[in-house]
T-cell receptor, first 111, second 116 residues
Framework: RKEVEQDPGPFNVPEGATVAFNCTYS??????FFWYRQDCRKEPKLLMS???SGNEDGRFTAQLNRASQYISLLIRDSKLSDSATYLC????????????FGAGTQVVVTP | NAGVTQTPKFQVLKTGQSMTLQCAQD?????MSWYRQDPGMGLRLIHY???????DQGEVPNGYNVSRSTTEDFPLRLLSAAPSQTSVYFC???????????????FGAGSRLTVL
């Protein structure tokens, strides 16, 4: 079983619509969580950290559910430029420096 | 401020050849790491370093060597390339744990390696 699992998608989303997807993690002791964005053939870049109480950054909302061990990302009012692969990243507290990456969820926003 | 610079961007090797992927950062980051990314899999950690002179193995270290003689540079060496090492390689760095943004990785642009 993978440490961090994501639905690979693709999630095909009409422009202006809302899309949400989850990421599950296996290590219940994990403390830090992040969403990275990766454009095709580019490097990953931090989209946002995920805080225990949930947090928003513009059209993006991240949630953490510790009881069920998943984090979620919701994108409102999708733009064509939101088309990318979204990587879930977890920092397990017992592995200094060894962030764990999901394989990513692909989002395709269509006109 | 260039961030994390990787070279080369593309490389084709024959089985058994050796090569070094270069990585340099100009942000005075303590932590540097190498990942490989393969289709359908998350980024997998190859080796990492928490400071000059200190390196450790990640999840998939076999077939790769690293060294960290300076804070800025963290080269990845393939001693005898195999087709299974065909992948996209990313170097990443971040500040030390006590610094602001310690959990945030900054990635290089990637190096696409094909081993025939």
């Amino acid at each position: 079983r993978k440490e961090v699992e994501q639905d690979p998608g693709p999630f095909n989303v009409p422009e202006g619509a809302t899309v949400a997807f989850n990421c599950t993690y296996s290590n219940s002791a994990s403390q830090s969580f992040f969403w990275y964005r990766q454009d095709c053939r580019k490097e990953p870049k931090l989209l946002m950290s995920v805080y225990s109480s949930g947090n928003e950054d513009g059209r993006f909302t991240a949630q953490l559910n510790r009881a069920s061990q998943y984090i979620s990302l919701l994108i409102r009012d999708s733009k064509l430029s939101d088309s990318a692969t979204y990587l879930c990243v977890v920092n397990p507290t017992d592995s200094w420096g060894k962030l764990q990456f999901g394989a990513g969820t692909q989002v395709v926003v269509t006109p | 401020n260039a961030g994390v610079t990787q070279t080369p961007k593309f490389q084709v090797l024959k089985t058994g050849q050796s090569m070094t992927l270069q990585c340099a950062q100009d942000m005075n980051h303590e932590y540097m790491s190498w990942y490989r990314q393969d289709p359908g899999m998350g980024l997998r950690l190859i080796h990492y370093s928490v400071g000059a002179g200190i390196t450790d193995q990640g999840e998939v270290p076999n077939g790769y060597n690293v060294s960290r003689s300076t804070t800025e540079d963290f080269p990845l060496r393939l001693l005898s390339a195999a087709p299974s090492q065909t992948s996209v390689y990313f170097c990443a760095s971040r500040p030390g744990w006590e610094a602001s943004g310690a959990n945030v990785l900054t990635f290089g642009a990637g190096s696409r390696l094909t081993v025939l």
